[in-house]
């Protein structure tokens, strides 16, 4: 499936498997800005990435301990999530994110 993320550089286009985190297949891409300090464990906000309206039905909402951890992140807004917390499926082939240009 494809991803794209849309870093303060300008858009990179990755390929990730479903089953995998967005975080984990940002990881594995090298993309800017995906620090993942707690390695998926949503204990940190260095992963956080603002989704495109029209996925966030499809990604979901924060959970309260996600959204707990947003309020740390810079730049959260209603489209924040962290990659960490969302589970690739083959329906968000073609997703896109922004990461934020401070955490980047």
Known sequence: MRLTFVTPDGPRAITARPG??????????????????????????????????????????????????????????ETSRLSCQIRLTEAMDGLTVRVPERQA
């Open 20 to 77: 995998t985190t967005l975080m984990e297949a940002a990881r594995d891409a090298g993309i800017a800005g995906i620090v993942a300090e707690c390695g998926g464990a949503c204990v940190c906000a260095t992963c956080h990435v603002h989704v495109k309206p029209e996925w966030l039905a499809l990604t979901g909402t924060p959970s309260a301990t996600e959204a707990e951890m947003l309020d740390f992140a810079l730049e959260a807004d």
